[in-house]
């Protein structure tokens, strides 16, 4: 019981430090927060930071993975195995949008993630740690099932490889919908849902489609 309560306190104060630097990280940019300003907003000390990260580097790291991998959970969840496989891939991308509706911030930090990466000084270890993510999630892409079951069933009729597909989605998908996000964060509104239920309808007709533009 002692043990099961100690755990669960190392538990909540990694969650803690993780939702202060997530909430600092948007609000200051990646290269401006410093471990006492997580500290601060967690309400913790230097000591316990360091019971659960290294650096700031591995908080960063640590955030965008776990960001990922809720969103891609979240958009696995919503699909079906009793639907073919563009009534997956369907369902998978509008779940996707409402994701982004519900959180906006995941969207956000993502793409502040990505467009500092390059800039960001991380150990050879840490870059070698998420590169090695983003490897096996393109290995086990969260849209291959939905992809591969649609070219036997008949339903996606794209001849690019699947995994192809896949990684064209996802980049196109996040693309427009941290566009969207940034515009909402700008104007305090909800996505353009009109918007972006038309971008849906294209993006399965150029996936769905044997006709591949010259």
Not at 61 to 71: N, V
Not at 156 to 166: E, H, V, Y
Request: aromatic share 10%; with cysteine; glycine share 4%.
């Amino acid at each position: 019981m002692n043990e099961n309560w100690h755990q669960q306190l190392r538990n909540k104060h990694r969650d803690d430090l993780i939702a202060a630097g997530k909430e600092l990280f948007l609000k200051y940019g990646l290269l401006q927060v410093k471990i006492k300003d997580v500290c601060t907003k967690a309400e913790l000390s230097r000591v316990t930071f360091y019971k659960h990260f290294q650096s700031m580097d591995e908080l960063l790291l640590t955030i965008q993975m776990q960001l990922i991998e809720h969103l891609t959970d979240e958009v696995s969840r919503a699909s079906t195995k009793d639907l073919n496989g563009r009534e997956q891939l369907t369902v998978m991308l509008n779940a996707w949008v409402v994701f982004a509706q519900d959180h906006p911030d995941y969207i956000r930090f993502i793409q502040l993630f990505d467009i500092n990466y390059e800039m960001y000084d991380f150990s050879p270890e840490l870059r070698e740690e998420y590169d090695q993510f983003n490897q096996n999630g393109k290995e086990n892409h969260f849209l291959m099932d939905a992809l591969c079951k649609g070219v036997v069933d008949g339903s996606i009729k794209n001849p690019s490889p699947p995994l192809d597909l896949a990684q064209f989605i996802f980049t196109t998908m996040m693309g427009m919908l941290q566009r969207m996000v940034t515009i909402r964060g700008a104007h305090d509104n909800s996505l353009d849902m009109r918007m972006t239920e038309q971008f849906v309808k294209m993006l399965l007709h150029f996936v769905c489609s044997e006709e591949i533009p010259e």
